[in-house]
C-alpha cells in the first residue's frame, strides 16, 4: 500500500463530505480554550483559517512577514471568485462547477476534493456577503457574474479588478475582531523558518522577528501553513516580490512530502517583459477575455511594419488579423482555459508573428466590444442615430465601469490608452498547483501540521481554473479546516501548553541560528538576486512553458551548480541582529535553489503533458485535437509526492493514484 493515505470517506460522492462532517470528532467548548494553534499567513486562507478557529474557541497565533495581514499577496487578486449559485440561471450547478473544475485541471485533482470545493462556494459568497465585501451589482440591485476561461457559463463574482483586496479586508476585519477579543495573537514581521516536531507531531516553529533578528520559539497543539504558491522560483511572475516557499519547503524537509511541483500556472494575459533589469510582471486579468479579443496580424509584414512603428494595429482590417483562440477553439474562442490560451500565444509568437520589439506579445483588443456595449447603451437612451464618437463614448465608459482600475494599471505601465490602442499581452508565471501533499482533512504528512490555500497541492489538477483559487483558499479557511482540525485535536484535549524549553525547540532553534550565521559568514562577491536571477532563468528556459528531456536534464544539473555557487559566493550586508533584508531573501533564495531542482525533477519524471506541464515529447500527431497536450492516463494517473531524502535529486516520489468514479477520463477539447 502507498504511505500516502488520501483518507477520502467512502460512499456516494455527494454525500462524503456531509457525512464526513457528521461523523468526526469534535472538541467542547471547554477545552477549545485550552489548545493552541498556530497559523502561519494571513492571506485568504490563513486570515480566514485563523479568525475561524479563533471564533470557535481556540486560541490562535498568526504571524506574517509583512507590517499588516492585509498586506499579503491575496490583496493583489483581481478578476473574481467563483461560486456555483446559478445566479443567471444559465445552467450552472454544484456537479457543473465540479465538472468543469476536474475537466478544466486536466483530471490530475481528486474528485472528492473538488465535490467538496464546489458543495461550499456558495456558502462563502453568503459569507463574504455578510462581512460587507461589495461584490459587483447588476442594475437591478443583484450580485453580477462575469464568465473565466474553460467554462459555459458566469460563476465569477467581483469586485472591479479588485476582488482579492476586498476579500481580505473582509477576512482582516473578522480577523481584527478577534485580535481585539485576545483569541488571536498576532505576530507581524515575523518568518516562520523552522518547524519543530515532538515525538513526530508538530508542536511549533521557530520564527524570526524581522525588525530585531530575534529567533523565537512558539509552541501549540497544531500548525496550519498557509503561507501560499512559490512562483518566485521563476524570479519573474505576477506574484508579490515578498511571495516564497520557505514555509512549505521547512516543513517538507521535516517529514511533509511535495506534491506535484512541476504543475505551474503560465498565465496567458500579463503586461510584457520589457528587458534584463525587471523584477515583477504585471497581470491582466482574465476577467478582460470577457470583453476582449486576442489576435496577432495575419501577415509578416504586417507584423515587421508594426515592429518598427510604421503601422498601428487599429489600421488593420479585421481580413487582416488572425484572431486565432476564435479560429482554433470555436467553441470557446477567447475563453480557453489559461494553458491552453498561453501555449497558443507562445505558438504564434515563435512563428514569429509577436507583435513587440522582443517578439513576445499578441494584442487583446477591445475595439469590438467598445462598439457592442456603445450601441447597447444609445439604445437604451433611445439615440438616433448616435455618431461613431457617441459609441465609442458610451461603449468606453461601460469598458470603464467594469475594467477601469485594470485599464489605469496598463496605461500607467505601458503609456499607451488601452481604450484606444489595443493591450500587448504575453503569458507569465502565476500561480503554483503543486504544494504540500495533505490528505482529504488538509493535514500534511506531518502529524498535526495542516496547509491550506495556494501552499498546499490544491483542487487544481495540472491548470487552475481562473477565479477558483480563491475560492479554495476561503473554501480551506472558512469552510474545511474549522470541520477536519477538530477531528485530530480531540484526541489532544489533555495536552497541556507545549514547554519551549524540550529539547526539540532547543535544537530547531540552533538550526536556524547556524543556518544563519553560515550565510551571514560566506560574504562572497555577488548578490542574493544575482542568484534568483540565474535560478529564474534556467527555470523559465527549461522548464517553463515548454519542456523536453534533454532541458530538464540540464536544469536539473544547472540548478545545482547555482546552489553551490551560492552556498560559496553570495554577500549578504548588514547584520543578522536587525532590519536586513538581503538576509530575508537569502534565505528564501536558498529554499527556491532546492525547490527548483525537485521541480525539474517531477517535471522530467512526468512524460505526459497535461495542464500547464507541456512536455514536448507528448504531443497529439493527428486529428482534429493536432498539435495539442497529449495526456497520459495509463501511466500518470498520479498525483507524485515527493518526500525528502537530502538533495532534491534524491527525493523519493510516493505516488497518489486518482481514481475517477464521476466523471469520464476524456481527452480535454475547448474546440
Ligand atoms: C496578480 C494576481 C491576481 C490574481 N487574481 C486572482 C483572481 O482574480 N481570482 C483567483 O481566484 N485567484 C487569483 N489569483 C491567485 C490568488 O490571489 C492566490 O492564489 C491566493 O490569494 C493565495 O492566497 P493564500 O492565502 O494561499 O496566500 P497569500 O495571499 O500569498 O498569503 C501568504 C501569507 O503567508 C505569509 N507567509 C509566507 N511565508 C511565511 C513565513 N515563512 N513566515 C510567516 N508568514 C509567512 C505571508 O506573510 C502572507 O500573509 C491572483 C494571483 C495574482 C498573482
Same mark, same amino acid.
Given at each position: 500500500m502507498s504511505v500516502l493515505d488520501s483518507k477520502i470517506p467512502e460512499g456516494p460522492l455527494k454525500d462524503k463530505w456531509t457525512n464526513h462532517k457528521n461523523h468526526i470528532n469534535l472538541v467542547n467548548p471547554a477545552n477549545k480554550r485550552n489548545i493552541d494553534i498556530i497559523v502561519v499567513g494571513t492571506g485568504l486562507a490563513g486570515g480566514s483559517a485563523a479568525a475561524s478557529l479563533a471564533e470557535m474557541g481556540?486560541?490562535? +497565533?498568526?504571524?506574517?512577514?509583512?507590517?499588516? *495581514?492585509?498586506?499579503?499577496?491575496?490583496?493583489?487578486?483581481?478578476?473574481g471568485i467563483n461560486a456555483a449559485k446559478n445566479y443567471q440561471n444559465d445552467g450552472d450547478s454544484v456537479y457543473r462547477l465540479f465538472y468543469d473544475t476536474v475537466k478544466g485541471g486536466d483530471y490530475r485533482s481528486r474528485e472528492a476534493n473538488v465535490h467538496r470545493l464546489a458543495e461550499v462556494s456558495g456558502n462563502i459568497? !453568503?459569507?463574504?456577503?455578510?462581512?460587507?465585501? &461589495?461584490?459587483?451589482?447588476?442594475?437591478?440591485?443583484?450580485?453580477?457574474?462575469?464568465?473565466?476561461?474553460?467554462?459555459?457559463?458566469?460563476?465569477?463574482?467581483?469586485? $472591479?479588478g479588485q476582488t482579492g483586496q476586498q476579500l481580505l479586508l473582509g477576512a482582516y476585519s473578522a480577523l481584527n475582531r478577534q485580535i481585539a $477579543?485576545?483569541?488571536?495573537?498576532?505576530?507581524?514581521?515575523?518568518?516562520?523558518? #523552522?518547524?519543530? $516536531?515532538?515525538?513526530?507531531?508538530?508542536?511549533g516553529i521557530i520564527a524570526r522577528n524581522l525588525e530585531t533578528g530575534e529567533l523565537e520559539r512558539h509552541s501549540a497543539h497544531a500548525v496550519v501553513i498557509a503561507s501560499g504558491g512559490y512562483g518566485n522560483v521563476f524570479f519573474l511572475s505576477t506574484n508579490a516580490m515578498g511571495s516564497n516557499a520557505t514555509a512549505a519547503w521547512k516543513i517538507h524537509k521535516k517529514g511533509a512530502h511535495?506534491?506535484? &511541483?512541476?504543475?505551474?500556472?503560465?498565465? &496567458?494575459?500579463?503586461? *510584457?517583459?520589457? %528587458?534584463?533589469?525587471? =523584477? $515583477?510582471?504585471? /497581470?491582466? =486579468?482574465? =476577467?478582460?477575455?470577457n470583453d476582449g479579443r486576442i489576435w496577432v496580424p495575419k501577415n509578416m509584414e504586417d507584423v515587421l511594419a508594426i515592429r518598427e512603428g510604421k503601422l498601428k494595429p487599429i489600421d488593420l482590417s479585421e481580413k487582416q488579423r488572425d484572431y486565432y483562440l476564435e479560429r482554433r477553439y470555436p467553441a470557446f474562442g477567447n475563453l480557453v482555459p489559461r494553458d491552453v490560451a498561453s501555449r497558443a500565444a507562445k505558438e504564434r509568437c515563435d512563428a514569429g508573428y509577436g507583435v513587440n520589439e522582443t517578439g513576445e506579445a499578441v494584442y487583446l483588443d477591445f475595439a469590438s466590444a467598445i462598439q457592442r456595449y456603445g450601441k447597447q447603451e444609445a439604445a437604451i437612451a433611445r439615440m438616433e442615430s448616435p455618431s461613431d464618437e457617441k459609441i465609442i463614448e458610451l461603449g468606453a465608459a461601460v469598458i470603464e465601469s467594469k475594467y477601469g482600475n485594470l485599464f489605469q494599471m496598463y496605461e500607467k505601465i505601458v503609456a499607451q490608452d488601452p481604450y484606444k490602442t489595443p493591450m500587448m499581452i504575453y503569458p507569465a508565471v502565476h500561480y503554483t498547483m503543486g504544494g504540500v501533499w495533505v490528505d482529504y482533512n488538509l493535514m500534511t504528512s506531518v502529524e498535526g501540521c495542516y496547509c491550506? %490555500?495556494?501552499?498546499?497541492?490544491s483542487d487544481h489538477g495540472a491548470n487552475r481554473l481562473g477565479a477558483s483559487a480563491l475560492m479554495q483558499g476561503l473554501a480551506d479557511g472558512y469552510f474545511v479546516l474549522p470541520?477536519?482540525? %477538530? !477531528?485530530?485535536?480531540?484526541?489532544?484535549?489533555?495536552?497541556? +501548553?507545549?514547554?519551549?524549553?524540550?529539547? #526539540?525547540?532547543?535544537?530547531?532553534?540552533?538550526?536556524? =541560528? !547556524?543556518?544563519?550565521?553560515? /550565510?551571514?559568514?560566506?560574504q562572497g562577491t555577488k548578490s542574493v538576486d544575482h542568484f534568483h536571477k540565474l535560478l529564474g532563468k534556467a527555470m523559465w528556459e527549461y522548464v517553463g512553458m515548454a519542456r523536453n528531456e534533454e532541458g530538464l536534464k540540464k536544469a536539473m544539473s544547472e540548478i545545482?551548480?547555482?546552489?553551490?555557487?551560492?552556498?560559496?559566493?553570495?554577500?549578504? &550586508?548588514?547584520?543578522?541582529?536587525?532590519?536586513? *533584508?538581503?538576509?530575508?531573501?537569502?534565505?528564501r533564495v536558498a529554499d527556491f535553489l532546492e525547490l527548483g531542482e525537485l521541480f525539474a525533477k517531477d517535471a522530467l519524471h512526468r512524460n505526459e503533458s497535461c495542464? %500547464?506541464?507541456?512536455?514536448?515529447?507528448?504531443?497529439?500527431?493527428?486529428? /482534429?485535437? +493536432?498539435?495539442?497536450?497529449?495526456?497520459?492516463?495509463?501511466?500518470?494517473?498520479?498525483?507524485?509526492?515527493?518526500?525528502? +531524502?537530502?538533495? *532534491?535529486?534524491?527525493?523519493?516520489?510516493?505516488?497518489? #493514484?486518482?481514481?475517477?468514479?464521476?466523471?469520464?477520463?476524456k481527452q480535454r477539447s475547448y474546440k
Amino acid at each position: 500500500m502507498s504511505v500516502l493515505d488520501s483518507k477520502i470517506p467512502e460512499g456516494p460522492l455527494k454525500d462524503k463530505w456531509t457525512n464526513h462532517k457528521n461523523h468526526i470528532n469534535l472538541v467542547n467548548p471547554a477545552n477549545k480554550r485550552n489548545i493552541d494553534i498556530i497559523v502561519v499567513g494571513t492571506g485568504l486562507a490563513g486570515g480566514s483559517a485563523a479568525a475561524s478557529l479563533a471564533e470557535m474557541g481556540y486560541n490562535v +497565533k498568526s504571524f506574517c512577514y509583512q507590517d499588516s *495581514p492585509r498586506r499579503a499577496h491575496s490583496i493583489a487578486a483581481q478578476g473574481g471568485i467563483n461560486a456555483a449559485k446559478n445566479y443567471q440561471n444559465d445552467g450552472d450547478s454544484v456537479y457543473r462547477l465540479f465538472y468543469d473544475t476536474v475537466k478544466g485541471g486536466d483530471y490530475r485533482s481528486r474528485e472528492a476534493n473538488v465535490h467538496r470545493l464546489a458543495e461550499v462556494s456558495g456558502n462563502i459568497i !453568503d459569507q463574504c456577503v455578510a462581512q460587507g465585501v &461589495p461584490f459587483g451589482r447588476d442594475y437591478g440591485g443583484l450580485l453580477d457574474n462575469r464568465s473565466f476561461g474553460g467554462v459555459l457559463v458566469s460563476r465569477t463574482f467581483y469586485a $472591479k479588478g479588485q476582488t482579492g483586496q476586498q476579500l481580505l479586508l473582509g477576512a482582516y476585519s473578522a480577523l481584527n475582531r478577534q485580535i481585539a $477579543k485576545g483569541k488571536v495573537t498576532m505576530y507581524n514581521r515575523h518568518e516562520m523558518v #523552522e518547524l519543530v $516536531k515532538v515525538n513526530g507531531k508538530a508542536r511549533g516553529i521557530i520564527a524570526r522577528n524581522l525588525e530585531t533578528g530575534e529567533l523565537e520559539r512558539h509552541s501549540a497543539h497544531a500548525v496550519v501553513i498557509a503561507s501560499g504558491g512559490y512562483g518566485n522560483v521563476f524570479f519573474l511572475s505576477t506574484n508579490a516580490m515578498g511571495s516564497n516557499a520557505t514555509a512549505a519547503w521547512k516543513i517538507h524537509k521535516k517529514g511533509a512530502h511535495f506534491a506535484n &511541483p512541476c504543475y505551474t500556472q503560465i498565465h &496567458p494575459t500579463c503586461i *510584457p517583459r520589457s %528587458g534584463d533589469h525587471q =523584477s $515583477k510582471l504585471t /497581470l491582466m =486579468s482574465e =476577467s478582460l477575455r470577457n470583453d476582449g479579443r486576442i489576435w496577432v496580424p495575419k501577415n509578416m509584414e504586417d507584423v515587421l511594419a508594426i515592429r518598427e512603428g510604421k503601422l498601428k494595429p487599429i489600421d488593420l482590417s479585421e481580413k487582416q488579423r488572425d484572431y486565432y483562440l476564435e479560429r482554433r477553439y470555436p467553441a470557446f474562442g477567447n475563453l480557453v482555459p489559461r494553458d491552453v490560451a498561453s501555449r497558443a500565444a507562445k505558438e504564434r509568437c515563435d512563428a514569429g508573428y509577436g507583435v513587440n520589439e522582443t517578439g513576445e506579445a499578441v494584442y487583446l483588443d477591445f475595439a469590438s466590444a467598445i462598439q457592442r456595449y456603445g450601441k447597447q447603451e444609445a439604445a437604451i437612451a433611445r439615440m438616433e442615430s448616435p455618431s461613431d464618437e457617441k459609441i465609442i463614448e458610451l461603449g468606453a465608459a461601460v469598458i470603464e465601469s467594469k475594467y477601469g482600475n485594470l485599464f489605469q494599471m496598463y496605461e500607467k505601465i505601458v503609456a499607451q490608452d488601452p481604450y484606444k490602442t489595443p493591450m500587448m499581452i504575453y503569458p507569465a508565471v502565476h500561480y503554483t498547483m503543486g504544494g504540500v501533499w495533505v490528505d482529504y482533512n488538509l493535514m500534511t504528512s506531518v502529524e498535526g501540521c495542516y496547509c491550506i %490555500g495556494e501552499a498546499n497541492f490544491s483542487d487544481h489538477g495540472a491548470n487552475r481554473l481562473g477565479a477558483s483559487a480563491l475560492m479554495q483558499g476561503l473554501a480551506d479557511g472558512y469552510f474545511v479546516l474549522p470541520y477536519t482540525i %477538530g !477531528d485530530y485535536l480531540s484526541n489532544d484535549i489533555r495536552t497541556r +501548553k507545549i514547554s519551549t524549553e524540550s529539547s #526539540e525547540f532547543v535544537e530547531a532553534e540552533k538550526e536556524v =541560528s !547556524d543556518r544563519i550565521e553560515k /550565510l551571514m559568514n560566506i560574504q562572497g562577491t555577488k548578490s542574493v538576486d544575482h542568484f534568483h536571477k540565474l535560478l529564474g532563468k534556467a527555470m523559465w528556459e527549461y522548464v517553463g512553458m515548454a519542456r523536453n528531456e534533454e532541458g530538464l536534464k540540464k536544469a536539473m544539473s544547472e540548478i545545482k551548480q547555482i546552489r553551490t555557487d551560492f552556498w560559496n559566493d553570495v554577500r549578504i &550586508p548588514g547584520d543578522k541582529n536587525s532590519l536586513n *533584508p538581503e538576509l530575508e531573501k537569502a534565505g528564501r533564495v536558498a529554499d527556491f535553489l532546492e525547490l527548483g531542482e525537485l521541480f525539474a525533477k517531477d517535471a522530467l519524471h512526468r512524460n505526459e503533458s497535461c495542464g %500547464g506541464h507541456f512536455r514536448e515529447e507528448s504531443v497529439e500527431l493527428d486529428g /482534429l485535437q +493536432k498539435g495539442e497536450a497529449k495526456r497520459n492516463d495509463t501511466d500518470y494517473a498520479y498525483v507524485a509526492a515527493w518526500e525528502y +531524502k537530502g538533495e *532534491p535529486a534524491d527525493a523519493v516520489m510516493h505516488k497518489e #493514484e486518482l481514481e475517477f468514479n464521476d466523471i469520464e477520463l476524456k481527452q480535454r477539447s475547448y474546440k
